[in-house]
């Protein structure tokens, strides 16, 4: 397994130990190549038993260079064949096709998607006709929502008493949006849920450390309660803002009870080699996913 490197929280970040590490990394064998393919799962969300879940990292894939080795962007200027063949590997593992992946089109909005049936594909093995969507929820089993990431926050969440599921992507923009509350009332308004019955993730992403941001950035965060999200940056007129801990807030004050979320440890900027990061990248870099689906009943009966 590849060492992470974990962050330390803070107690102003309001997670224990415990909820902190909610991550657990999965190695497997890629048959055509035997190389390492690696990836993230949360524990907490495959004990619901309707779901599985993963987030990928760089290792295991075919892309090469910058992209190296598991990109999922057709849009950042890898080999198109190289990306379909990382989506191949992912498909096998999550036990589907790429055909059965429906993806967002996200431009850090706070729009959001029923995903159906005739959905199934778009985005990965035929056109979206759909733009500026940021979150995806469905209560099809056998569909695979996918977000991508290089920084910004992943939000997971399921609903184990009325079957459903969302996925998001939420950046600094989508944080001050309030993306994980705008989830939570679109999964209520669609499939009935209860804020109180959800379970939620905040998946890898950039940390309070590394993410250095400017005063307009920062005022974005300054009515949000608890102290922390936003602390002095190391120069003047900067700030360091902590996306997990805003994030946690917003689920917690949508009605989501601290014990059903977990909050990942793992910053993407401190592990560039392993995870694609925008910022210690300059930008030159691939794209992470983030996938989730309802099993179906044929994958829900071999998991009794």
């Known amino acids: 397994m590849f060492q992470i490197h974990r962050t330390t929280a803070e107690p102003s970040a309001l997670r224990t130990d415990e909820e902190a590490r909610g991550m657990r990394q999965i190695s497997v064998t890629v048959e055509e190549d035997g190389t390492r393919l690696e990836y993230l799962t949360f524990p907490l969300l495959e004990q ?10 760089r290792l295991g894939g075919v892309s090469r260079g910058e992209f190296s080795s598991m990109n999922l962007s057709f849009t950042r200027g890898d080999r198109e064949e190289d990306v379909h063949a990382n989506y191949r590997r992912i498909a096998k593992v999550m036990g589907c096709e790429p055909g059965d992946m429906t993806a967002s089109h996200q431009t850090h909005t706070t ?13 990965i093995v035929r056109e979206r006709d759909y733009e500026e969507i940021d979150g995806l929820i469905t209560n099809e089993p056998g569909i695979v929502l996918v977000t991508y990431f290089a920084d910004c926050v992943p ?6 008493v009325h079957g459903a599921i969302g996925l998001a992507h939420s950046g600094w923009r989508g944080t001050a949006g309030r993306m994980g509350e705008c989830m939570v009332h679109a999964m209520e308004q669609n499939f009935a849920a209860r804020a109180e019955d959800l379970y939620a993730a905040i998946g890898p992403s950039i940390c309070r450390d590394c993410y250095e941001v400017s005063g307009e950035v920062a005022l974005q965060f300054e009515d949000m309660p608890g102290s922390g999200v936003v602390t002095p940056g190391k120069k003047p007129g900067k700030y360091q803002l ?18 059903h979320i977990a909050v990942t440890d ?39």
């Open 48 to 57: 619901t038993g309707i779901v599985k879940n993963l987030f990928t990292t």
């Open 111 to 123: 729009n959001i998607r029923r995903v159906t049936r005739e959905d199934r594909g778009k985005g």
């Open 155 to 160: 939000l997971y969440f399921v609903d184990p």
């Open 242 to 259: 902590d996306l997990w801990l805003a994030n946690r807030l917003i689920l917690e004050q949508a009605g989501i009870r601290r014990d």
């Open 266 to 304: 793992i910053c993407t900027c401190h592990n560039s080699e392993y995870l694609f990061s925008h910022r210690a990248s300059g930008g030159r870099r691939g794209n992470l996913g983030a996938f989730l689906m309802l099993k179906p009943e044929e994958m829900t009966d071999m998991s009794k």
